[in-house]
């Protein structure tokens, strides 16, 4: 099975978990991708969705599919999102497409973030995928240089500008021995809008699809 075929292995499970009549979160990547595209076949049984990036929306609305502002919504029972990596803590980096800072903030909402991921994406510890920062362009340098003090190389993700006008910088050989504590020591620095690090907020579910099968895992 190669990996496109897992990620859509994944992505079907999580159909199983969208509650009926609610209104679903839904993530940003390709294995959400293949969520969203089996979304479009039940959207007549769902209140509608709430994106995570201007990507999702439109392939959302492309699928007949309403969204909604996260603002007009007080209950999201169910947040579907993919990773870079996670660990048996369901603790994730996320950000590999950029659209880590709405994929916090509709996480934040949710009740229960099913996290969606093909095999190769879970791990013993955080780091080696490097760590997505969004940062306000004006303090980029200033906050290359405190992520430099916090042990990491960053590096500027050239030609992206994300959804909400900002730069990313990917940071690499940080050692992620507190998933909480980095997450915060990051999150802390003037003009980062948010880091990938989610262990604040954990997935709660992971649907991870190996060639044996799709696995629901939980916390540890
Ligand atoms: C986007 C994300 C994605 O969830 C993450 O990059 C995984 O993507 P894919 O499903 O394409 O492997 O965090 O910002």
Do not use: W
């Not at 029972?77 to 659209?99: C, R």
């Not at 969004?134 to 430099?148: C, G, Q």
Request: proline share 3%; charged share 25%; with cysteine.
């Amino acid at each position: 099975m190669n990996q496109d075929a897992l990620k859509r292995a994944a992505a079907e499970a999580a159909l199983k978990e969208v509650l009926e009549g609610a209104i679903i979160g839904v993530g940003t990547g390709s294995t959400v991708n293949f969520f969203i595209d089996g979304l479009a076949q039940m959207r007549d049984r769902i209140a509608g969705a709430v994106s995570s990036s201007d990507a999702s929306t439109a392939r959302l609305k492309a699928a007949g599919i309403e969204v909604l502002d996260l603002n007009g919504v007080d209950d999201l029972p169910v947040y579907v999102d993919g990773a870079d990596e996670i660990t048996h803590h369901m603790h994730m980096t996320k950000g590999g497409g950029a659209a880590l800072t709405r994929e916090k903030i509709v996480a934040a909402v949710a009740k229960r973030f099913v996290c969606v991921a093909d095999g190769s994406k879970l791990v013993g510890r955080l780091g080696k995928f490097p760590i997505p920062v969004e940062v306000i362009p004006m303090a980029r340098s200033y906050v290359a240089r405190e992520l430099a003090r916090l042990g990491g190389k960053p590096a500027l993700r050239t030609g992206v500008v994300t959804d909400n006008g900002n730069v990313i910088l990917d940071v690499h050989n940080l050692d992620v021995l507190n998933a909480v504590e980095l997450e915060d020591a990051i999150t802390r620095l003037t003009g980062v809008v948010t880091c990938g690090i989610f262990a604040r907020r954990p997935a709660n579910v992971l649907l991870l699809a190996t060639p044996d099968g799709v696995q629901r895992l939980q916390a540890d």
